[in-house]
């Protein structure tokens, strides 16, 4: 597992990657009441807005960990929001990317590096 500095993690199983928020994201959000990915079917690239979080008292956009198709969103997320609070590295996962930039992935963040940065 990778990160990124916009606190997504992202798992690679061949050229598809899955990716949430990280549990420092959920805890800094509280409690999440809506996840919206709207970008299923389109590739968006590293970086690009392809979706957003919504909290009680706030809506954080969600950045593209790699370029790629998203080629699904976790459906369950639309009854059970809060599954992102309670499990952001298991059922809490939001995409799945078709990747087309897999060199990419030597840019996300080691754990001991995200670790750094969110204890800065």
């Known amino acids: 597992m990778k ?18 928020i ?4 959920q805890q ?3 409690d999440i009441v809506y996840v919206e990915v ?15 979080v919504e909290a009680i008292k706030t809506v954080s956009d969600l950045f593209m960990p790699m370029s790629g ?9 639309n009854q059970h929001p809060e599954v992102v609070n309670t499990d952001p590295y298991g059922e ?12 990419e992935w030597d840019e996300l963040l080691s754990e001991e590096d995200y670790n750094a940065l969110i204890d800065a």
Do not use: Y
């Open 38 to 52: 709207e970008t299923v079917g389109d590739t968006v690239a590293k970086d690009a807005i392809f979706g957003s």
């Open 92 to 103: 809490g996962w939001m995409v799945k990317i078709k990747i087309s930039a897999p060199q």
């Open 69 to 77: 198709e998203i080629v699904s969103f976790n459906e369950s997320l």
């Open 28 to 30: 800094s959000l509280s």
């Open 22 to 25: 990280t549990d420092f994201a």
């Open 3 to 20: 990160f990124t500095k916009d606190h997504l993690w992202v798992r690679l199983e061949g050229e598809v990657a899955t990716a949430g």
